[in-house]
């Protein structure tokens, strides 16, 4: 599982209450089936986090170093398509031949593709993929791997039958909402090159933030501010995902090389595109940790927990990697208020927005 090894990727969602009591009770009555009941339409239900054919959801399963830790469950079966082809390839040259007719009708073309799916299908292994969560009960945050807008879709659904409450996935907007009751929706455009009409940018607050963030970390590199977080590092780093709604190229994506120090990056800055996704790393005293952040979700791709010093046994090593995701979180989530509070503020932002065009203007560009 992810969150135990390796590099990890994840949604923030908030809880807007404390689990219920007692908290296994609804996702034991919405406990995956058994595979040999799954069929050809996908199947959803929750097992444990030791494993995705853990059934027994139980306190003792469910719980790792105090942390609770399950996992929804999708299981499929599905005959790969070459094969599939092949079959059906083979039952047309043996009608043919049988027939002595050039081809077959369409129509029975469609029957002899069911009468094939009808045979194959129950002799198909189940697929099976799983979103794995982890929660600590007196933390008001969940971290999910529940990526895309489909995935975050049903793992909220499910979640909330579970629960009895919906959570709430953080985004820029939900989260301006929560953390400062800030509608983002009401924010007036704005343009970070002199040469671009506000109305041509892309409005969205996760690309102001991105951009924001990339500003600061060339300005204030070792203290951009995290607000009750205190202050922060953070670096930079290609891959770069610029956008800007309306003619020419909607997205460009800088790799190899300096893509910070290109002349392509300052070329998008100046034609009024902004920062959607990079990689950035947090640094706090002598720690750095690095992800990928989306500025649309705010998702976190591909984080690389700290390895410990000293040899860790299993418990905990997960803990001591659950307490760097929380703290990222948290750092996130505090540089995004900090934000927050200059976008919503009409001076402080205006005053901000022509330092970000004077920067983008100015920047060198490495050869």
Same mark, same amino acid.
């Given at each position: 599982?992810?969150?135990?090894?390796?590099?990890?990727?994840?949604?923030?969602?908030?809880?807007?209450?404390?689990?219920?009591? +007692?908290?296994?009770?609804?996702?034991?009555?919405?406990?995956?089936? +058994?595979?040999?009941?799954?069929?050809?339409?996908?199947?959803?239900?929750?097992?444990?986090?030791?494993?995705?054919?853990?059934?027994?959801?139980?306190?003792?399963?469910?719980?790792?170093?105090?942390?609770?830790? =399950?996992? !929804?469950?999708?299981?499929?079966?599905?005959?790969?398509?070459? !094969?599939?082809?092949?079959?059906?390839?083979?039952?047309?040259?043996?009608?043919?031949?049988?027939?002595?007719?050039?081809?077959?009708?369409?129509?029975?073309?469609?029957?002899?593709?069911?009468?094939?799916?009808?045979?194959?299908?129950?002799?198909?292994?189940?697929?099976?993929?799983?979103?794995?969560?982890?929660?600590?009960?007196?933390?008001?945050?969940?971290?999910?791997?529940?990526?895309?807008?489909?995935?975050?879709?049903?793992?909220?659904?499910?979640?909330?039958?579970?629960?009895?409450?919906?959570?709430?996935?953080?985004?820029?907007?939900?989260?301006?909402?929560?953390?400062?009751?800030?509608?983002?929706?009401?924010?007036?455009?704005?343009?970070?090159?002199?040469?671009?009409? +506000?109305?041509?940018?892309?409005?969205?607050?996760?690309?102001?933030?991105?951009?924001?963030?990339?500003?600061?970390?060339?300005?204030?590199?070792?203290?951009?501010?995290?607000?009750?977080?205190?202050?922060?590092?953070?670096?930079?780093?290609?891959?770069?995902?610029?956008?800007?709604?309306?003619?020419?190229?909607?997205?460009?994506?800088?790799?190899?090389?300096?893509?910070?120090?290109?002349?392509?990056?300052?070329?998008? =800055?100046?034609?009024?595109?902004?920062?959607?996704?990079?990689?950035?790393?947090?640094?706090?005293?002598?720690?750095?940790?690095?992800?990928? !952040?989306?500025?649309?979700? =705010?998702?976190?791709?591909?984080?690389?927990?700290?390895? +410990?010093?000293?040899?860790?046994?299993? &418990?905990?090593?997960?803990?001591?990697?659950?307490?760097?995701?929380? =703290?990222?979180?948290?750092?996130?989530?505090?540089?995004?208020?900090?934000?927050?509070?200059?976008?919503?503020?009409?001076?402080?932002?205006?005053?901000?927005?022509?330092? &970000?065009?004077?920067?983008?203007?100015?920047?060198?560009?490495?050869?």
């Amino acid at each position: 599982m992810p969150f135990e090894t390796g590099s990890i990727s994840f949604r923030m969602y908030h809880l807007p209450r404390p689990l219920p009591e +007692p908290v296994l009770d609804g996702f034991v009555d919405r406990v995956a089936p +058994p595979l040999d009941t799954v069929k050809d339409q996908p199947v959803y239900g929750w097992v444990t986090g030791r494993h995705l054919l853990d059934r027994q959801i139980d306190e003792n399963n469910s719980y790792l170093a105090g942390y609770l830790r =399950l996992c !929804l469950l999708q299981a499929e079966r599905k005959i790969p398509n070459s !094969l599939l082809q092949a079959e059906m390839k083979q039952e047309e040259l043996i009608r043919i031949a049988v027939s002595g007719n050039a081809h077959i009708p369409r129509r029975e073309k469609v029957e002899m593709k069911q009468e094939i799916v009808d045979r194959l299908l129950h002799s198909m292994p189940p697929q099976l993929k799983g979103m794995t969560f982890v929660h600590r009960p007196e933390d008001g945050y969940l971290f999910a791997e529940s990526l895309t807008e489909k995935q975050v879709d049903i793992f909220t659904s499910y979640l909330r039958e579970a629960l009895g409450f919906p959570p709430q996935v953080i985004t820029p907007e939900s989260w301006a909402m929560q953390s400062q009751h800030t509608d983002v929706n009401n924010w007036v455009p704005c343009s970070f090159s002199e040469e671009v009409e +506000p109305e041509r940018t892309s409005p969205l607050a996760g690309h102001d933030f991105m951009t924001w963030l990339w500003y600061q970390s060339e300005t204030y590199p070792d203290k951009i501010p995290a607000g009750k977080e205190g202050h922060v590092g953070v670096m930079i780093e290609g891959p770069l995902t610029l956008v800007m709604e309306g003619g020419g190229a909607h997205e460009i994506t800088l790799r190899k090389g300096n893509p910070t120090q290109s002349s392509e990056a300052k070329a998008c =800055l100046l034609a009024g595109k902004k920062l959607r996704k990079a990689t950035i790393n947090l640094v706090r005293g002598e720690k750095v940790w690095r992800m990928t !952040l989306d500025g649309e979700t =705010l998702a976190i791709r591909g984080l690389k927990p700290l390895t +410990p010093e000293e040899n860790l046994d299993f &418990i905990s090593r997960f803990q001591d990697r659950m307490i760097q995701v929380e =703290l990222v979180g948290q750092l996130l989530r505090g540089l995004f208020d900090a934000f927050v509070e200059e976008r919503k503020d009409p001076e402080r932002w205006g005053k901000r927005v022509k330092e &970000i065009q004077a920067w983008a203007k100015a920047r060198t560009v490495a050869y």
